[in-house]
């Protein structure tokens, strides 16, 4: 198998099952061969191609009819649902928009667990960005059921909870990190860009050119992910969503959502949150202005009037 930035083998030893006793790798990596993924966004959708680069045999699905064409054309095997993939795969891979969308597509009509109590996929990794409830509810879902043909390592099938960071860059290029506790990572993330466009935008209003402010602060303590590897005014930094007018990258839209499902978890264990709050409600304004799809980091120019370098 090619070497890619994440792989599902890697992510199996790196956990070192308990039941994985007395089998050996070589027997793991033949039930790691038949993939299927289910979720062809832009993030699925090169994670999926990453895989057949890799070698493994990966079945697709998506709701979309011409994306679903893509794969096709390119030799890939499409399914018209959750459940014909399943037949074929001995790991599922998720990657979709909402909690509904995982719930629909696990549960739902020809979902992943439509066959009842007896399942062929022994690994199930949702790498989806849900709230807890969701995932603990799949897992509980998929902990009552067996496998129709045992395996000597997993005696039932198996649940990861396994959101993504790294944006769509890092998905064409294999260099995803796998998480738990995602929802708390993007709240930090999305206050980091905001307290950096604020930053810029006050700069540019005291007349320090934002490139000159990147430096200071890419060499000092406020140097953070923000404004070296992200850097959200336009002109300072190629090859980001800021330079090509915030298209791509990670969508204002799916980073309310993420807020959205932080602030909800806070509430239910009484966590205070101000920064997050906040966050939350700039996004929301930002999605209610007509930025839903661009990247997050159009704040510094939608919400702070930031202005691009010249």
């Known amino acids: 198998m090619g ?12 956990l ?12 793991v990596q033949s039930q790691l061969e038949n993939v299927g993924f289910i979720g062809l966004g ?17 079945t697709v699905h998506d709701i979309n009819e011409r994306t679903m064409k893509k794969f096709s054309d390119d030799g ?5 649902s959750p459940l014909e993939v399943s037949e ?13 969308h995982v719930l629909d597509v696990y549960n739902g009509q020809d979902g992943l667990l439509t066959n009842g109590s007896r399942l062929r996929p022994w690994l199930y990794i949702d790498s989806s960005t849900v709230d807890p409830q969701t995932s603990r509810k799949i897992s509980m879902d998929i902990s009552r059921c067996t496998l129709k043909e045992k395996k000597v390592y997993a005696e039932k099938p198996i649940m990861l909870d396994a959101p993504v960071s790294g944006g769509v860059p890092a998905a064409e290029t294999g260099k995803l990190t796998f998480m738990v506790a995602k929802i708390c990572n993007n709240m930090a993330m999305a206050i980091s860009m905001l307290g950096v466009s604020e930053a810029f935008a006050l700069g540019q209003n005291l007349g320090i050119k934002a490139s000159v402010l990147a430096d200071i602060f890419n060499c000092s303590s406020a140097r953070c992910w923000s404004s070296d590897t992200y850097n959200p005014v336009p002109g300072v930094m ?6 090509r007018n915030y298209d791509g990258g990670f969508s204002s839209k799916l980073m309310t959502k993420d807020l959205d499902l932080a602030m909800s978890s806070a509430c239910k264990v009484g966590s205070k949150c101000p920064f997050g709050s906040q966050a939350l409600q700039i996004y929301q304004k930002l999605c209610s202005d007509g930025c839903e799809l661009k990247d997050f980091s159009c704040a510094f120019r939608h919400y702070y009037a930031g202005k691009d370098e010249k």
Do not use: E
């Open 88 to 100: 074929s795969s001995d790991v599922i891979i998720t990657m979709l928009p909402s909690s509904a």
């Open 76 to 80: 890939i095997p499409t399914k018209r």
């Open 16 to 27: 070192g099952w308990n039941c994985r006793r007395g089998f050996s790798s070589a027997a």
């Open 42 to 58: 832009n993030m699925g959708a090169h994670m999926a191609r990453n895989l057949v680069m890799a070698g493994y045999k990966v």
């Open 3 to 14: 070497v890619i930035g994440w792989r599902v083998r890697s992510m199996v030893q790196q």
């Open 238 to 243: 190629m090859g980001v969503p800021s330079s």
